[in-house]
């Protein structure tokens, strides 16, 4: 199964701040099929990205994401107060899906 | 607007089983699948499988060991989730999402969650 490595697994910023959040396959993601999601504390998770660079329906154009291969990024390019959660990397290239273990954004 | 609902919280001992439920409204149920994640306390998120809506076509984790059967019922647009013979580490919050119906790709929107407590 690929393994999704997450990096940092916590980020300290302020509001205004460009965050960028990694993920790192241990095998080739094939077509970019790599999504992204945020989760803040007590909810489900939201869908941010697919396709690698994709935004999903309704969200801010201050979420990106970036990559191929086995190298991803999501960067958020001002943080907003409502930005501070967890977010998770997840490859649909293969079976099993696959979900990072996650990068905790939080507040400085 | 596309919502899952998901059935209640449920707290049972171990070598039980476990039937979640989870309610499509809002869109087409026979046009999409199905995904399943599960997230231990304090954990991160785990796939445990998919189900088309159109075929009824599974694509279960292997971590699981057979012990995980999702069905749909089209005609109330819900599916289900049944984990047999329980043990302790099933305790999560089990989700739901919509996804493809031809095999599994991103999971948008997703359910509430359920809370499965497996305790003596």
């Known amino acids: 199964e690929i393994v999704l490595t997450q990096s940092p697994g916590t980020l300290s910023l302020s509001p205004g701040e460009r965050a960028t959040l990694s993920c790192r396959a241990s095998?080739?993601?094939?077509?970019?099929?790599l999504a992204w999601y945020q989760q803040k504390p007590g909810q489900a998770p939201r869908l941010l990205i697919y396709?690698?660079?994709r935004r999903a329906s309704g969200i801010p154009d201050r979420f990106s994401g970036s990559g191929s291969g086995t190298d991803f990024t999501l960067t958020i390019s001002r943080l907003e107060p409502e930005d501070f959660a967890v977010y998770y990397c997840?490859?649909?290239?293969?079976?099993?899906?696959?979900f990072g273990q996650g990068t905790k954004l939080q507040i400085k | 607007q596309v919502q899952l609902v998901q059935s209640g919280t449920e707290v049972t001992k171990p070598g039980a089983s476990v039937k979640v439920s989870c309610k499509a409204s809002?869109?087409?149920?026979?046009?999409?699948?199905i995904s399943w994640v599960r997230q231990a306390p304090g954990q991160g998120l785990e796939w445990m499988g998919w189900i088309s809506g159109y075929n009824g076509y599974t694509d279960y984790a292997q971590k699981l060991h057979g012990r995980v059967t999702l069905t749909t019922d089209t005609s109330t647009s819900t599916a289900y989730m049944e984990l047999t013979n329980l043990k302790s580490d099933d305790t999560a919050v089990y989700y739901c999402a919509r996804d493809q119906s031809s095999s599994s790709i991103w999971f948008d929107p997703w359910g509430q969650g359920t809370l499965v407590t497996v305790s003596s």
């Open positions: 997840q490859q649909y290239s293969n079976s099993p899906r696959t």
């Open positions: 095998q080739s993601v094939g077509s970019g099929y």
């Open positions: 809002g869109y087409t149920f026979t046009s999409f699948g």
């Open positions: 396709g690698a660079s």
